[in-house]
Nanobody, 124 residues
Framework: QVHLVESGGGLVQAGDSLRLSCVVSGGTFATYGLAWFRQAPGKEREFVAA????????DYAGSVKGRFTVFKDAAQSTVCLQMNSLKPEDTAVYYCAAKLWGLGGTTPDFYDEWGQGTQVTVSS
């Protein structure tokens, strides 16, 4: 069973950048499709970005496309989310998710493993 630990959240101002990291352990990193979701208070968990296993094809929610970038550091068994031009509406708890042989699902029920989340707060 794979274990996911997110880090990098914090309080920033609108327009700032932030990089989230998720360390993946307990499994073969290269075999997992990985994704980032977020959940704001009172809202459902929503898809942010995904990256497939092996080919590394990426997919993004329309609200973050052009501002966020998801990438993998295989040497560190880490998936990162680089967030630029942050907006107050990006405020949420951000979760890392994993699916063995995953090919880029965009719904929470596609993923089997989840991290504990990291809080991102963007002030206006």
């Amino acid at each position: 069973q794979v274990h996911l630990v997110e880090s990098g959240g914090g309080l920033v101002q609108a327009g700032d950048s932030l990089r989230l990291s998720c360390v993946v352990s307990g499994g073969t990193f290269a075999t997992y499709g990985l994704a980032w979701f977020r959940q704001a208070p009172g809202k459902e968990r929503e898809f942010v970005a995904a990256i497939t296993w092996y080919t590394g094809v990426t997919d993004y929610a329309g609200s973050v496309k052009g501002r966020f970038t998801v990438f993998k550091d295989a040497a560190q068994s880490t998936v990162c989310l680089q967030m630029n031009s942050l907006k107050p509406e990006d405020t949420a708890v951000y979760y890392c998710a994993a699916k063995l042989w995953g090919l880029g699902g965009t719904t929470p029920d596609f993923y089997d493993e989840w991290g504990q989340g990291t809080q991102v707060t963007v002030s206006s």
